[in-house]
């Protein structure tokens, strides 16, 4: 089991920046990869960015490249995610996953979920 807590969210107007953190801990040797995943109100999750854990290799979706930045602290096993240029659409919670295979490699399906941290966006 891992077990994943995300930190981090809040308030910020359009065009700022957040950053949030993710701490994985439990069986923390055998994650493969991790990634962040939003989900707005009313609609349903969407991936966001994964990056694996050994290599540190990237994979982002298509629309969040550019203003999101998606790194790891190895040794303190550490997941993070920075936001810039925000825009109210970014509204949503964001949460942090894992996955303990390769399978489908960095892309969904995820193993692992935080219990996710709100993100909002004014305009």
């Known amino acids: 089991q891992v077990q994943l807590v995300e930190s981090g969210g809040g308030l910020v107007q359009a065009g700022g920046s957040l950053a949030l953190s993710c701490a994985a801990s439990g069986r923390t040797a055998s994650t493969y990869a991790m990634g962040w995943f939003r989900q707005a109100p009313g609609k349903e999750r969407e991936f966001v960015v994964s990056?694996?854990?050994?290599?540190?290799?990237?994979y982002y979706a298509d629309s969040m490249k550019g203003r999101f930045t998606i790194s790891r602290d190895s040794a303190k096993h550490t997941l993070y995610l920075q936001m810039n240029s925000l825009k109210p659409e970014d509204t949503a919670v964001y949460y942090c996953?894992?996955?303990?295979?390769?399978?489908?490699?960095?892309?969904?399906?995820?193993?692992?979920w935080g219990q996710g941290t709100q993100v909002t966006v004014s305009s």
């Open positions: 996953a894992a996955k303990i295979n390769s399978i489908g490699g960095l892309r969904p399906p995820y193993d692992y």
């Open positions: 990056i694996m854990w050994s290599g540190g290799a990237t």
